[in-house]
């Protein structure tokens, strides 16, 4: 792929500052670029890269500009035009339309003409692919699936039985979406399982990381809202409800039934108990412990920092005395009250 | 299907309250279900949802009778009840006996004839599939697995070399049982592998959920009793042993040679170190780290509380002080206690 | 598998006591080994199982020898010898070399002869698959994939386009390698993907653990380094690089752009944040949190202790008023100083 910097700069809806006719065949970082390349600068403190990049060009903001010694695209948002750009560049998986001889295909199912069914898929009973959607090689779809028009399943996905998943969707190798919820009733000593009879419901735009692991409903059902990106090795339980444009970093858990506002955003590693709800706009930090309903937006936090294995062991023994030692401050504040008046 | 609730009193071993002839098509949430449907009201917190439920029965306590407008089933344990009602709801996945085409079978194979291996599984020499066991679609059996009557395998398990499951089990998609545990022997600067000869040896009634993994044992067996019920993503490392009837909330990981009583309960994202013991009955709260064995029942708890991000960074400064305060503060007592006196 | 112990001191460079002609058919611990076996003991505390093993052979050190009644091989590093020797013991996956007849492979690609591709393996365009290197069952090898001599991929393994691994690697079920990176650029209320261009590039005797994901670099190439040993579940995000010889136990992640050092040791559970850096021989112990750099070997930790929950309840609500804490803490000191002057 080969386009010109006016090219770019239009697709881009960018201020192109030098020769429009410059073609360009590749990004790279600002950094590693090879000449006729385009890279970008998002933070003012790579700044000091633009003297010695081999890029061609540069996407960047007007407030950088003075400094960039090649020609440039003046943006407001440099990640977001780069990310644009890049996509032009991107290699394309080609995907040829129809069904693969080793696929196995239900007669019942209905795959659109211009959908692509990879190599040993396996696609269930009334199941509905639709128009120009991806099943990737390994893939199965239980019965009753249906995937939306221009939806990507990469490899080795499976989608149980009933579940839904809108339009221009991404869901990575290994995912798994509708197992069942953990759902147990105890008997005396034992465990009855649950039926889990709801679906997941998953709307438009949404991407799903590799692993990602998305239960059922028990009796209603899991939705995931349109735009929602979800990274790799999440664990979303049952009948949890996630709202639009909210963003999930990897090896999160939410437990069941918690309903998780619009434009949220969880780092890595946080767990939220069951039966909560967070309000929109909720960021919480890596390797949070959410137990309570959050009703405000805002950034919410909990853990403790990283010192020296033996700086910790002093402190951490210390966490098992907090409660005393709050005590006991505040009876040394009554004493010496006492003391000083008297 | 459709049920009276003369049927459904039985089956659930419920008193009837209405009228035994009403015919029942499904279940549903008391907010939720259709007319036609039976309910359930396991928390007196929720009825007051009674009086809106469009649900034409509702099984519940004594105690909640007084409260519900429509016919009732009352019951010690509506969960319970629910549990065992839903089931005769639940879609059943309709498998038929046989090998697909699709499917490689080892000739030194012994699948049962009632048995069901899906489209593009694979068996490998020497295994053994029981009565009336499901084998999914993309599921890989290394040789000499063995797989106990009515044991279900949803889609793109792997069981590795050996390993032996029970009766009844349900290991869903993604799932790995009997990788290499990690055991590696430090040589200089470089790790040599430990082999890993022991196997997976899991009893009956046992639940695996969605891209669990399972290692094999180093020497001896890694082991996993009967009735015992683990959530998706859970991690078990070699030569772990879990006690019956113990559950398992997703996302947690058991480092090796721990055992875990029975009848425990641990919450999402707990840590057990390796070499521990828990006895019996012990019940670990989320996210918790368990560094030590726990020789008494209990429930156990580590972590700590979600903050504003502003308010957490202050407090989570001062736990690398915790030390140094323990200190001043036993000071300042000693030197007021000498100030009173003097 | 049988061998003399003078053949299996030759080969762990052992010093024999006893009889060199003995027969050895297995390995075993030192409880549970059978009359025929060899068993090893590594930690002293363990020393008193000699006097009751059933082994007919011991590996141990120097030190313990006086303590073995049976055949002894004494060396400086029993687990180490132990590693050796068992690996001669260790069942062989019987592997022919060739295309299993249902693998799906693509024209382009180049599989060596002496390769074994298994049943139901897709082998995209353009992949190269090195001398002796196993493809499992139903592992998907998208586009330009290169697998270098001996490596194997147990099963259901997805290795995303373009990614090198390298040789003599191990990597388990369910692992996915390469699939893009978390990379999401806001605009207004929704996010873009910005596309993942690099690849993973895995060195040469290389472990990953079943269910392990490691993203592709957004630009440049996510990249572990030769040696480099990964558990199960372990997430690796974008652009990291993983130094030589560094090992990572199980469900610990890895944020993009982080730079591991070599001879890092991160125990279970860890969680890095991205764009930092560890230096050489750090080691990280179970459920850290790293936030920042750290530019010094030695070991770290954060985290708190376990407790009852009853008490951990009295004590977490605590860490809330820390900070309040210490501040109390310091106006008493200064208030009793000016007491004990006046």
Redo the contacts between chains.
């Keep these: 792929m080969s386009l010109t910097l006016a090219d770019l700069a239009r697709h881009a809806d960018a201020k192109l500052i030098g020769d429009g006719q410059y073609v360009i065949h590749g990004?790279?970082?600002l950094q590693?670029a090879a000449p006729g390349s385009i890279s970008f600068l998002s933070n003012s403190r790579y700044r000091k890269y633009l003297q010695i990049t081999q890029a061609s060009a540069v996407i960047l903001q007007e407030q950088d500009l003075e400094y960039c010694p090649v020609n440039a695209l003046v943006v407001d948002?440099p990640?977001?035009a780069?990310?644009?750009i890049?996509?032009l560049?991107?290699?394309r998986?080609?995907v040829s339309a129809g069904i693969?001889h080793?696929a196995?295909i239900s007669p019942s199912a209905r795959v659109d003409e211009t959908a692509s069914i990879?190599?040993?898929a396996?696609i269930g009973?009334d199941c509905v692919v639709g128009p120009r959607a991806t099943i990737?090689?390994?893939c199965?779809l239980?019965?009753g699936v249906s995937v939306g028009n221009d939806t990507r399943l990469?490899?080795?996905v499976?989608i149980?039985?009933g579940c839904r998943i809108g339009a221009r969707g991404?869901i990575?190798?290994?995912v798994?979406i509708g197992?069942?919820g953990?759902?147990?009733?105890?008997?005396r000593?034992?465990?009855?399982?649950?039926?889990q009879?709801g679906i997941v419901d998953i709307g438009d735009?949404v991407?799903v990381?590799?692993?990602t692991?998305i239960?059922r409903g028990t009796?209603?059902n899991t939705i995931i809202e349109n735009?929602v990106?979800l990274?790799?090795?999440i664990?979303i339980?049952h009948n949890v409800m996630i709202g639009s444009?909210t963003?999930i970093?990897?090896?999160s858990?939410i437990?069941g039934s918690t309903v998780i506002g619009k434009?949220c955003t969880l780092a890595?590693?946080v767990?939220l108990?069951g039966h909560i709800e967070l309000a929109d706009g909720v960021t919480?930090?890596?390797?949070?412990?959410?137990?309570?309903s959050?009703n405000k937006p805002?950034?919410?936090?909990?853990?403790?920092?990283?010192?020296?294995?033996?700086?910790?062991?002093?402190?951490?023994?210390?966490?098992?005395?907090?409660?005393d030692?709050?005590r006991?401050?505040k009876q040394?504040?009554k004493?010496?009250a006492t003391?000083?008046k008297g």
Tied chains: 1, 2, 3.
């Design positions: 990004v790279g970082t590693g948002n990640y977001l780069y990310a644009r890049a996509a560049f991107a290699p998986q080609e693969h080793s196995i990879g190599p040993l396996v009973d990737g090689p390994g199965v239980e019965q990469v490899a080795n499976t149980c039985w991404l990575h190798a290994g798994v197992t069942d953990f759902g147990l009733a105890r008997e000593d034992v465990y009855i399982k649950v039926p009879l735009d991407e990381g590799a692993n692991t239960d009796i209603e735009g990106k990274d790799n090795q664990q339980g444009n963003v970093v990897a090896c858990a437990a434009n890595g590693g767990g108990v919480i930090t890596g390797m949070s412990m959410v137990t309570k959050l805002g950034v919410y936090s909990s853990g403790t920092p990283l010192s020296s294995s033996e700086q910790w062991h002093k402190n951490a023994v210390r966490f098992r005395q907090l409660d030692m709050a006991r401050l040394l504040e004493e010496l003391l000083k």
